[in-house]
């Protein structure tokens, strides 16, 4: 079997082992609840646009995910456990299949995967674990206010990616481990960040797009997957039906995304993300302080 047969495999395995588990995880009165949320509401058909405009989004700029749909959770009034343990339920599944056809189509670095998984992971792991025990309600109302805040430099971040003059000279990047680490951690703590900020200060530092966006891509599957499982072994999932709706817009989206990453300008995406992300967070720590 060559390596990147052996790579797909290990992608497709782990997701079917992801789904196994997280049939075997949700009680008999969860399916019943989400039975009856999708024939008498229409929360689900709202977040499969949501998941479908956020991967795409996502597979195009190689972040993007996490900040929208974390802004849309957060707006219906969930705690910010409760919204990055949904979010990354979700995420396991399109950043799968969205890893998936970056590989096929060859927009992958080893070696930048290599540098990034491990770090990746046990980031998430720990973000995880930290909002588990400090994002509930009591005593986490103190986490809303410091994720809003998160968030908007994320969206300053992103603005300042899109006005910034494109840099034609390669530069290397030092501590690619750490800046994993950093990644993950903030991803599972924050709902989002890690296409923020490794996607990119690896952009930034004169990475070729297509590239960085496949390797993030198909390193973020691995991330959100460890991320999901400590949140579901500590706290559980609830919002079924906001759950699934966000897994099947992000499965549609994800091949049309692949296709597009790096193929097409970005500049004007990442404006109007930057911007959605700034003025929201505004918005909710003026709810939060008025």
């Known amino acids: 079997m060559t390596p990147r047969a052996r790579i797909l495999w290990l992608i497709g395995w782990l997701a079917a082992t992801g789904v196994v588990a997280l049939v075997c995880w949700l009680p008999r009165s969860a399916w019943q609840e989400l039975w009856q949320e999708l024939s008498t509401s229409d929360t689900f058909?709202?977040?499969?646009?949501?998941?479908?405009?956020?991967?795409?989004?996502?597979?195009?700029?190689?972040?993007?995910?996490g900040v929208v749909t974390a802004i849309s959770l957060m707006s219906l009034g969930m705690n910010p456990a409760a919204v990055s343990a949904s979010i990354h339920t979700?995420?396991?599944?399109?950043?799968?299949?969205?890893?998936?056809?970056?590989?096929?189509?060859?927009?992958?670095n080893r070696r930048l995967f290599k540098a990034l998984i491990l770090p990746g992971v046990l980031g998430a792991v720990g973000g995880a674990f930290v909002l588990s025990y400090f994002g509930g309600e009591p005593p986490g109302d103190w986490v809303?206010?410091?994720?809003?805040?998160?968030?908007?430099?994320?969206?300053?971040?992103?603005?300042?990616?899109?006005?910034q003059a494109a840099q034609t000279k390669r530069a290397k990047v030092r501590h690619v481990g750490w800046l994993a680490a950093a990644g993950g951690f903030l991803d599972s703590f924050g709902g989002?960040?890690?296409?923020?900020?490794?996607?990119s200060t690896l952009i930034a530092r004169g990475r070729t797009p297509q590239y960085v966006i496949g390797t993030v891509s198909v390193t973020e599957f691995f991330v959100t997957?460890?991320?999901?499982?400590?949140?579901?072994?500590?706290i559980g999932v609830a919002y079924w039906p906001v759950v699934l709706g966000l897994i099947v817009g992000g499965l549609l989206a994800a091949p049309l995304a692949a296709?597009?990453?790096?193929?097409?300008?970005v500049r004007w995406m990442l404006l109007g993300v930057g911007l959605m992300v700034v003025f929201w967070s505004l918005w909710r720590l003026y709810r939060l302080f008025a």
Not at 259 to 265: E, N, S, T, V
Request: hydrophobic fraction near 55%.
């Open 90 to 108: 979700a995420e396991m599944f399109s950043s799968g299949a969205a890893g998936y056809h970056h590989f096929r189509l060859g927009n992958v």
């Open 192 to 199: 989002g960040g890690w296409g923020p900020l490794v996607t």
């Open 259 to 265: 296709r597009l990453a790096g193929r097409i300008p």
């Open 225 to 234: 997957l460890a991320s999901s499982l400590t949140f579901v072994s500590v």
């Open 144 to 163: 809303r206010p410091v994720v809003a805040v998160y968030l908007l430099l994320l969206g300053l971040r992103i603005l300042g990616k899109a006005l």
């Open 45 to 65: 058909y709202q977040f499969v646009l949501v998941g479908f405009l956020a991967q795409l989004i996502d597979g195009l700029l190689g972040m993007g995910f």
